[in-house]
């Protein structure tokens, strides 16, 4: 049974171009066909398959169903279409946090995500006292970085040689949206 999904922190968010909810298992057609592209796995880690079968697809809405405060379906047209997803740190990371997207291949060049991280960044940061919201780029994803820039995060640096996807060592580009101060109690 999926959770219910209203007491969550953050259960959906009206992004205006799209709306993000929470996974659900009848998700499972719409996210194999738009997941199955090989272009969009090129952008993430080694974890999001090529080729996406139907058993990818099943394993990962197990999860996400459970991890409905980090992860959320983008919905277009009733469809789920694309993710976003939160890593959050711990410890003395705790109020940092590793922001994850990808939209199905079709969708692209619409900006839609730059809408959606523009709509999701603020509130991710506020709803979960969130002092840093980070992504790490391929160096080789220029549109991401792009999205990034215009949703309004800032280039901190590069990480030389991180990262083997496909065979290719690559840079990788952090960007970061940071709150300076701390509040009482942190
Ligand atoms: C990266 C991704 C999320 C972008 O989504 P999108 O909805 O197409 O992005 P938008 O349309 O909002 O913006 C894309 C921007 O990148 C630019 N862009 C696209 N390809 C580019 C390229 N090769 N070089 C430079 N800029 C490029 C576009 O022109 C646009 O910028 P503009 O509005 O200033 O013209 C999408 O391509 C994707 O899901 N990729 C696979 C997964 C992935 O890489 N996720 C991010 C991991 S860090």
């Not at 880690?45 to 394993?59: E, L, S, V, W």
């Not at 277009?76 to 705790?94: C, N, Q, Y």
């Not at 220029?142 to 640096?157: C, H, I, T, Y």
Request: with cysteine.
């Amino acid at each position: 049974m999926p959770p219910d999904s209203s007491s969550l922190p953050l259960p959906q968010l009206d992004c205006g171009v799209a709306r993000l909810r929470s996974w659900r298992p009848d998700d499972l057609d719409s996210l194999v066909a738009n997941a199955s592209h090989a272009d969009v796995s090129r952008g993430l880690r080694d974890r999001f398959p090529y080729p996406y079968t139907g058993d990818d697809g099943r394993a990962w809405l197990a999860r996400a169903v459970d991890e409905a405060d980090r992860a959320w379906a983008i919905e277009l047209d009733g469809a789920a279409v694309g993710g976003v997803s939160l890593h959050p740190g711990i410890d003395v990371h705790r109020h940092s946090a590793e922001l994850g997207y990808w939209l199905g291949r079709r969708y692209w060049g619409r900006g839609l995500m730059t809408a959606i991280i523009g709509a999701f960044a603020p509130r991710a940061m506020a709803t979960f006292r969130l002092h840093r919201l980070y992504a790490t780029v391929y160096a080789n994803n220029p549109a991401s970085m792009r999205v990034l820039e215009k949703a309004g995060f800032e280039r901190e640096g590069v990480q030389k040689s991180a990262v083997v996807k496909r065979g290719e060592l690559l840079d990788i580009v952090v960007y970061a949206r940071v709150r300076a101060s701390l509040e009482t109690g942190a």
